[in-house]
Structures are given as C-alpha cells and as structure tokens.
C-alpha cells in the first residue's frame, strides 16, 4: 500500500497545481495597447510597461486532463516522472497481487494461461498506447518515441540485469553439471556454482526466440531501402503478431495439460526401466542371450517367483507387492499407479490378470523399447547387454528435466473463504488497471517535457527508466522466488522472465504496430529493433539448449544490457540511424 503521508503530499501537490500563477514583466517593448504612462512627459521615448504571463506560448506546458500538474523545467518533469512511475508501479503491484489470489483459486489453465500474462504486460501496453494516442499526428510521432524505448528497454531489462541476477542469488553447487537444491558451499565460483531448470523452461527461451519474427517483417522494407511497403509491412507484421499473440495465449492454457501427459509418459518410461533394471539383476546378468535377444527361458522363471500362490497368473496385489521390492531411485512412484500402468501394457486379454504367455510378450516388448532408446552397448564378459542401464539414466533424466520433483513449499492450500478471496483479487485487478490506465498518459508527457528541457532524447529516458517502473515488481518477485535455490522455483522464475519477453514482442507490440498503422506514422526505429534481436536471439539460443547456467553466464547477461544502450547511441546518433 502506499505510505498515507506520501499520498498526502501527492494530493497536496496536484491541488497547488491547479491554480495557475502568472507575473509581470517590465519590458521596453513598444505597444500600443497596453500603455502605462511613468509620469515624466517630457522623455522623447519613454519606456513602457508591458504586462504578459511568465511563461511565453511556446514554453507553456498542458495539463494532463486539465487538472494534473506540467512544468517545463527538468527538475520538475524529473520529480513527474517519479512521482507517475512510482504510480505505474504501485499499479503493476497491484495487478501481479490479484493475478496471484486469483490463480490460488481457479488455479492454472485459462487464469494462468491467458489473464496473467495479459494483465502482467497491461502497464506497458498503456504507455505504448498512449504515447501513440496524444495529439496530431507529428506530436504521436514524436512521442511514439518513448513507447519503443519502453518496449526496448523492457525486454533488455529482463533478459539481462533482472535474467543475471536471479543467476546470482539462485547461484547452488554443481555435481555433474546439475544444480544441488539449497546447497551452497562454493561461494561465487563461476564454474562450480549455477542454477539449473527443467525442460520446460528451453521451450519457453525458444518461444521468447520465435516471438521476435514480426519486429523482422516490420523491419524487411528498410533492410531492402524501400519506403513504398512499410505501410504495408506494418499491416502483416501486426497480422503476424495477433496470429502469435493468440498462438502463445492457446499453449499457456494448454500447457498444465501438455505437462502432465508428459510427466505421465516419463513415469511410465521410468516404470519400465526400473522393472527391467531389478529383473537384470536378478537374473544375475542373464535376461537377454549373447546374441542380445530375449532369453524367454529366464523370464518365465522370473515369472515364477513372482507368482507367489503359482496358479499360473498374476493378480493386482501380486504385482503390487513386486513393484514395492524394486528401489526406484530418487523417484517419489506412486506404486499403485505403477501397477495401473503394468496391468495396461501386459494385459491383453482384459480379464484383470497377467497370464505368463503375456508377461514374456510384456517383457520381450519392453526389451526392444529399451533396445531402440538405450542403444546396444556390449558388457565384456558377461554375455548380455548394458543398454538397460542406459535407458535407465535416461528415463531418470527425462524424469528430472521435467521438474516432476514434489512441490513441498509450493503446493497451495485450500484457499480461505474463497468469496472474499475473489471479491478482493478482482478489487486489486480493477484497481491496478485504473491506476495504469489514469497515469499512463501523464508519465509520457512529464518524459516528454523531460527530454525538451533537458534535450536528451526521450528514447533513452523511456529505455532506462521507464521499465524500473512498469517491471521493478516483477523483478522483486523474480529475485525473491530464486533466492529460494531450488530447482522448481529457478524453472517457474526464468519461465515467467521468457514469458513477460514473448508477451512485450507479442502484446505490446500488436499495440505499438496497430498504432503505426491506424495513425499513419513512420516506422523508424531500425537501431532499436536491432537491439531488441539481438538480446532476444541470444538469450534465446543460449536457454534454448542447455537447463544448467553456472554463474559466469550472468557476466554475459549483465555485459549485454551497457553493449545495447552503447549500440543503440552508436548507431542513432553516430551513424544516423533511424
């Protein structure tokens, strides 16, 4: 909540605000109207007394409807742009808060798919509207400036100095290239110490990579030096983005579904596995025969023990009590699912019992899957295969890289009085949206007013400062929930920064795009778009195909956001990029 006394003075300020002061100045600028004689008629020419505001026309500022405070001086933009900045935020706190009661509640799907991450980059689609909406065109045009700085530095920010420094504080020991849950005895190692993810995540980068192909159509007429199709390259370029937007929003809602029919095939690989790993075993090396076929002989005797009252068959329980003697290592397997999925593959004839023609069929078939996906290593000595245990390790890793661990810390209880959970969530929505939508207009005018008092381009105002404003409490949340140094809370911290990623090139982009082509203005903004690939492209490809980042990784993240304010200076306002 903001501070009572703060919100005092702020109110304070904007009531002085509206009343407008105006002086006098002595001038000896002749005039025919306003006249004041100074009482000594014998001057030839005497100086007269000009009466006009303090501010001339063309220094005068307007207020944001009618009421909100303007100044022209830099100091006092500065102090707008923190004062609506800090608004900006309290309103994406807000929306993030309701957001999360909200997915307590209904939980993923639809909630989380959709509504979170539109309302997560609703304060940046504001301030891209708006900086599009004001005025004619040729002042649009000049202030659509300041929402690409926004959605540039946006991106930047989270991919670099947010992107690194959960890198930093989520930092745990590396054994064997994996990151050890809440162990930390290497300090700032920055090969020994690193954060790892799971699967999930690379999609997530490769998405982010893939969201950038409007922002190259857009760009394809001036990279041909043609200014007859930019209109038109806009227009399929937002097409492209709407088609994208929609595309993403579809996999958010079907993404917990996608996930836990995969979780469920890696289990069942896993059941396999271990249940051919533990018959090895106890076939003393014997299962397969030297030319690394099936030895059905071996596992009819297997059958056998297993069949404990030898009536020719095994029953439900018979089964059970055999999965719970196999050690599944590091798997939490829910046993009784584990005979749901044995039951499945042997059970041909559907009479609830595994006969012993079809446990050799069962285990024969296995015996090829494993076969095909563990390869066929040769055991010196031993007269059998060790493609099992491969197959093994690799069902083990899949099992991992899917972050199926359990979720302990993270699970959510059952919500308390769900009503008044509700009631609120969408109060903080309602709220959070209003505050965006109110103040948006204002903070691009006080970077406007800004960047004319001071002559900074407001670019570079809208780049550094803005998305402290509009992502600062995304950062928090980022920062906090990898500080937790597991993996599970690293996978959904570095999911959410790709998220936010896809959904500014997205989102706010088909914003951006559709006023460019609605209000008829230029798309120059060549530099600047080149950063924003660069960035997305390499962070990209560099979490697209690796789960574990050791902590040197971080110095490139933080390297690349000075070498992308460098560029886009360099090529402005060196070169004469636009």
């Keep these: 909540m903001v501070p009572r006394h703060f919100l005092i ?16 100045f002595i001038t000896d600028l002749p005039s025919p109207t306003d006249l004041v004689w100074d009482g000594i008629s014998t001057v030839k020419n005497p100086p007269y007394l ?56 209904l939980g993923p799907g639809i909630v989380g798919g959709l509504f979170l991450p539109i309302l997560g980059a609703l304060p940046d689609a504001m301030l891209i509207l708006v900086s599009g909406l004001s005025g004619t065109t040729e002042t649009a045009q000049s202030q659509v400036s300041v929402g690409m700085g926004l959605l540039a530095g946006s991106t930047v920010m989270l991919l670099t100095v947010i992107w690194g420094s959960c890198v930093v504080v989520g930092r745990c020991d590396l054994r064997d290239s994996v990151a050890v849950d809440g162990t930390i005895t290497k300090g700032f190692s920055l090969t020994e110490t690193g954060v790892s993810t799971d699967i999930w995540t690379c999609y997530a980068a490769s998405i982010m990579a893939i969201s950038v192909i409007p922002f190259i159509i857009v760009q394809i007429p001036q990279i041909l030096s043609s200014t007859s199709g930019r209109h038109l390259a806009v227009l399929i370029a937002l097409i492209v983005s709407l088609s994208m937007l929609v595309s993403y929003c579809l996999y958010q809602v079907f993404q917990p579904w996608i996930q836990r029919r995969r979780l469920a095939f890696a289990k069942h690989k896993h059941v396999i596995s271990g249940i051919l790993r533990h018959l090895k075993k106890t076939a003393l090396g014997k299962l397969l025969d030297d030319n690394g076929d099936p030895n059905t002989d071996i596992i009819r005797k297997l059958f056998g023990t297993i069949d404990e009252n030898h009536d020719g068959s095994l029953s439900t329980s018979e089964l059970k009590a055999f999965i719970i003697g196999i050690r599944f290592e590091e798997i939490d397997l829910d046993k009784d699912d584990a005979v749901r999925k044995v039951m499945a593959d042997f059970d041909t004839s559907l009479d609830s019992l595994v006969q012993e023609e079809e446990f050799v069929r069962g285990i024969e078939k296995w015996i090829i899957e494993a076969k095909r996906t563990g390869g066929t290593y040769l055991e010196p000595n031993n007269g059998t295969f060790k493609f099992i245990d491969h ?36 109060l903080m929505l309602l709220l959070g949206t209003l505050i965006a939508a109110a103040f948006a207009d204002p903070l691009v005018d006080a970077v406007d007013n800004f960047s004319d008092a001071t002559s900074i381009p407001s670019f570079f105002i809208s780049f550094i400062a803005l998305p402290l404003a509009t992502n600062s409490s995304e950062a928090v949340s980022a920062i906090i929930f990898a500080s937790r140094k597991k993996k599970r809370t690293a996978s959904l911290t570095f999911s959410e920064l790709y998220g936010a990623v896809t959904m500014n090139n997205v989102l706010c982009l088909s914003v951006f795009l559709a006023l460019v082509y609605i209000r008829g203005l230029t798309w120059d903004f060549s530099s600047e778009v080149l950063v924003i690939l660069i ?24 390297l690349l956001y000075p070498f992308s304010l460098a560029l886009v200076y360099v090529l402005d306002y060196v070169f004469g990029w636009s």
């Design 391 to 426: 197959f093994h390790q690799q069902t083990k890793r899949e099992h991992d890289l899917l972050g199926s661990e359990e979720q302990s810390d993270e699970v959510v209880e059952g919500v308390e009085n769900p009503g008044w959970t509700s009631l609120k969530a969408v």
């Design 50 to 105: 000009l009466l006009k505001p303090l501010a001339s026309a063309e220094e005068s500022c307007e207020q944001t409807y009618g009421f909100l405070p303007c100044t022209t001086t830099a100091l006092g933009n500065l102090f707008l742009i923190i004062v609506y900045g800090y608004l900006m935020f309290l309103a994406a706190t807000y929306l993030s808060s309701g957001s999360e009661l909200l997915l307590e509640i």
């Design 9 to 24: 003075l702020f109110f304070f300020l904007f009531g002085l605000s509206c009343f407008q002061a105006q002086a006098r």
């Design 535 to 558: 960035v997305c492209i390499v962070m990209g490809a560099f979490a697209s195909f690796r789960t574990t980042f050791p902590l040197w990784t971080c110095l490139v993240a933080y």
